[in-house]
Structure formats: C-alpha cells, structure tokens
C-alpha cells in the first residue's frame, strides 16, 4: 500500500521560499513509482482544494495559473521523492499542502498525505 509523507512546510514572510518534500513508500518495485502521476494540492481555510502543480510519468508537468513562473515541481526517482520548490511566496499561498498519487494517470488521485501547513505573512 503506497504511502505520502508531507514535510518541509513553515511560516514564512511574504517573498520569501519554502521547499516542500513527499516521501514515497510502499512500491512493490521502484519502477512503479516512475509510472504514477503525482501532485501537490493545497487548501486554505473556508476555501476549496485547489491543484497546485502535477508532474505525470512522463516528466511533464502542469501548474495553476496562480503558481506559474514561482513554484517548480520535480522528483527523484531514485528516492522516491516528491519536491516542490515555492519561491516568491504570497500570503495567498497560505494553506494545507499534500501531496497525491495515483498510478498511470493523473485524472484523480486515489492516495493522499497528511498535508505540512505553509503560512507566508505580509
């Protein structure tokens, strides 16, 4: 059974950068990993889940039109591992960050993470 564990999260002030991390586990083989569509989501108090970046197992990544050009998603696969570099970062980027997983495509997600809050003041 796959598992997500969020880590990286903090308060920080507005321009400021956080790293986010997503460790992986439960892959019966490392190729499996490189076969899931991954993402990281967030979700700010009284508002909606919103998708924040997705990377497919192609590489190829999509982000939210309010994070482009500010946060980069990647993963090592020797790892494992899911990142999300955050830079610029703007009291709307407050919120609970997960990350996600799902095998072969990236339409839903069926594992998800506790999440790691992210809190940028003005």
């Known amino acids: 059974q796959v598992q997500l564990v969020e880590s990286g999260g903090g308060s920080v002030q507005a321009g400021g950068s956080l790293r986010l991390s997503c460790a992986a586990s439960g892959f019966t083989s490392r190729v499996y990993y490189t076969s899931y569509c991954m993402g990281w989501f967030r979700q700010a108090p009284g508002k909606e889940r919103e998708r924040v970046a997705i990377?497919?197992?192609?590489?190829?990544?999509i982000y939210a039109d309010s994070v482009k050009g500010r946060f980069t998603i990647s993963k090592d696969d020797a790892k494992n591992t899911l990142y999300l570099q955050m830079n610029s970062l703007k009291p709307e980027d407050t919120g609970m960050y997960s990350c996600a997983s799902n095998l072969f495509h990236c339409r839903t997600f069926a594992t998800w993470g506790q999440g790691t809050q992210v809190t940028v003041s003005s």
């Open positions: 990377i497919d197992n192609s590489g190829m990544s």
